[in-house]
């Protein structure tokens, strides 16, 4: 299966994707973990994007589109992926239709998780994510680690991603609405498009997830 996941920050959209990644096995590609890693490497792909990471403003076309192209042309790919966090406005939406066209491939659905402003926030403020991954992510009240500090997964120190502050959030939030919402009514066109509500528990929410995604 071919499917990408969107939301507003603090959906819930990489916990979601941890689940059903593994569910439908296959990889789940998150351009922001991708980025994030490249800062944690010091490469120069890490260094162009950090800036405009720790203002809340999207990384340049250029740069983001190659970047998820490489991965998605990973072997591990070949027969499916869930797309985190990509495409994040139109001009990528395009992009991706260009490269899966090419391969004769089709997207499956777009998983549009629906959660209210005033819950995002109450996420983004107590998540901590893992200095080793950034996609082992966890939240103080949510979902806490057995010890304090600690990744569960792995042992690595869990810290608090620097466009979690609340100025960040708002820049961040408003990027959404403005620049990623309008992809929704692109796939819409398309009739890709299925939304669900990403409130509850996150083990209730894999489970709509997959009953949505089996229809
Ligand atoms: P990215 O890393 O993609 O961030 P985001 O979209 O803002 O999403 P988040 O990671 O904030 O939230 P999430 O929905 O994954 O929520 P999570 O599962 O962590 O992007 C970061 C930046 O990178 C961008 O601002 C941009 O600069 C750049 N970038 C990335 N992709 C780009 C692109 N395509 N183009 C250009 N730039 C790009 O959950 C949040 C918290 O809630 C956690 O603490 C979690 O434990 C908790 N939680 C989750 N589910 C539940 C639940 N059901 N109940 C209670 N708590 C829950
Ligand atoms: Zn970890």
Same mark, same amino acid.
């Given at each position: #299966?071919? /499917?990408?996941?969107?939301?507003?920050? &603090? =959906?819930?959209k990489g916990t979601q994707?941890?689940?059903?990644?593994?569910? @439908?096995?296959?990889?789940?590609?998150?351009?922001?973990?991708?980025? +994030?890693?490249?800062? *944690?490497?010091?490469?120069?792909? &890490?260094?162009?994007?950090?800036?405009?990471?720790?203002?809340?403003?999207?990384?340049?076309?250029?740069?983001? /589109?190659? #970047? !998820?192209?490489?991965? #998605?042309?990973?072997?591990?790919? =070949?027969?499916?992926?869930?797309?985190? &966090?990509?495409?994040?406005?139109?001009?990528?939406?395009?992009? @991706?239709?260009?490269?899966?066209?090419?391969?004769?491939?089709?997207?499956?659905?777009?998983?549009?998780?629906?959660?209210?402003?005033?819950?995002?926030?109450?996420?983004? !403020?107590? +998540?901590?994510?893992?200095?080793?991954? *950034? *996609?082992?992510?966890?939240?103080?009240?949510?979902? =806490?680690?057995?010890?304090?500090?600690?990744?569960?997964?792995?042992?690595?120190?869990?810290?608090?991603?620097?466009?979690? *502050?609340?100025?960040?959030?708002?820049?961040?939030?408003?990027?959404?609405?403005?620049?990623?919402?309008?992809?929704?009514?692109?796939?819409?066109?398309?009739?890709?498009?299925?939304?669900?509500? =990403?409130? &509850?528990?996150?083990?209730?929410?894999?489970?709509?997830? #997959?009953?949505?995604?089996?229809?």
């Amino acid at each position: #299966m071919r /499917i990408v996941l969107v939301g507003p920050p &603090g =959906a819930g959209k990489g916990t979601q994707a941890a689940f059903l990644a593994k569910n @439908l096995d296959i990889p789940h590609i998150s351009t922001g973990d991708l980025f +994030r890693a490249n800062i *944690s490497q010091g490469t120069q792909l &890490g260094l162009e994007a950090k800036g405009y990471m720790d203002r809340g403003e999207l990384v340049p076309d250029e740069v983001t /589109i190659g #970047m !998820a192209k490489d991965r #998605m042309e990973q072997a591990d790919a =070949a027969n499916g992926f869930l797309l985190d &966090g990509f495409p994040r406005n139109v001009a990528q939406a395009e992009a @991706l239709d260009v490269v899966l066209k090419a391969d004769d491939m089709q997207l499956d659905a777009v998983l549009d998780l629906e959660v209210p402003e005033d819950e995002v926030v109450k996420r983004i !403020a107590g +998540r901590r994510i893992c200095r080793n991954d *950034s *996609s082992h992510v966890f939240h103080v009240t949510y979902n =806490a680690p057995e010890t304090e500090g600690v990744c569960d997964t792995c042992g690595g120190e869990l810290y608090q991603r620097a466009d979690d *502050s609340e100025e960040t959030v708002r820049t961040r939030l408003e990027v959404y609405h403005t620049q990623t919402e309008p992809i929704i009514d692109y796939y819409r066109a398309q009739n890709l498009v299925v939304t669900i509500s =990403a409130l &509850g528990k996150v083990d209730e929410v894999t489970a709509r997830a #997959m009953g949505a995604l089996k229809k």
